[in-house]
T-cell receptor, first 113, second 115 residues
Framework: EADIYQTPRYLVIGTGKKITLECSQT?????MYWYQQDPGMELHLIHY???????EKGDLSSESTVSRIRTEHFPLTLESARPSHTSQYLC????????????FGQGTRLTVV | AQSVTQLGSHVSVSEGALVLLRCNYS??????LFWYVQYPNQGLQLLLK??????LVKGINGFEAEFKKSETSFHLTKPSAHMSDAAEYFC?????????????FGSGTRLQVQP
């Protein structure tokens, strides 16, 4: 059983609001990731981190930002939500070595109205 | 550019029939390859992975995949489909020798299992 948690599972919020999606893992993994997934579509990497104080942008340009102050915590923030941000956001973590399995949280489904 | 391609966005099989989900990769260096499954409203779960130890990889739930370098393929198979196998399946890769150390996913294949 993977120990990676995302909150909230579902969020409906108005345009212009600031939101933070939480992701925490208890496996001590150095690497963490955020993927964006539209319904029935592929996953796009938007942010990743190799460890504390390390963050990198992914393949898909995103207006969101991330931080990695603690190993176990990798929150994603949108300063001003827009309807175009409506999507599912998946957090994952893995060990540092190449080819390591990524463990995924259950996702946050965000709807901006 | 390195990528994985999943052929067929939807595959439908009868219960008990062979499952074959196709994945081809494009890379100058053999990558690490993975198959993940996603059930509705859930995150992704690893089915199996190839990391060069053996070309035939066995995974959970009776799935297996064979790495074929000559065909640049990593197709997922299961001899006999169960209703519970209905889900979205993603092929993913990580390039072995670059600084980029994150998984890149294919577009996914939705498997339907008919009774």
């Amino acid at each position: 059983e993977a120990d990676i948690y995302q909150t909230p599972r579902y969020l409906v919020i108005g345009t212009g609001k600031k939101i933070t999606l939480e992701c925490s893992q208890t496996m001590g993994h150095d690497k963490m990731y955020w993927y964006q997934q539209d319904p029935g579509m592929e996953l796009h990497l938007i942010h990743y981190s190799y460890g504390v104080n390390s963050t990198e942008k992914g393949d898909l340009s995103s207006e969101s930002t991330v931080s990695r102050i603690r190993t176990e915590h990798f929150p994603l923030t949108l300063e001003s939500a827009r309807p175009s941000h409506t999507s599912q956001y998946l957090c994952a973590s893995s060990e540092r070595n190449r080819g390591a399995e990524a463990f995924f949280g259950q996702g946050t489904r965000l709807t901006v109205v | 550019a390195q990528s994985v391609t999943q052929l067929g966005s939807h595959v439908s099989v009868s219960e008990g029939a062979l499952v074959l989900l196709r994945c081809n990769y494009s890379s100058s260096v053999p990558p690490y390859l993975f198959w993940y499954v996603q059930y509705p409203n859930q995150g992704l779960q690893l089915l199996l992975k190839y990391t060069s130890a053996a070309t035939l990889v066995k995974g959970i739930n009776g799935f297996e995949a064979e790495f074929k370098k000559s065909e640049t393929s990593f197709h997922l198979t299961k001899p006999s489909a169960h209703m519970s196998d209905a889900a979205e399946y993603f092929c993913a890769f990580e390039i072995a020798d670059t600084g980029r150390r994150a998984l890149t996913f294919g577009s996914g294949t939705r498997l339907q299992v008919q009774p």
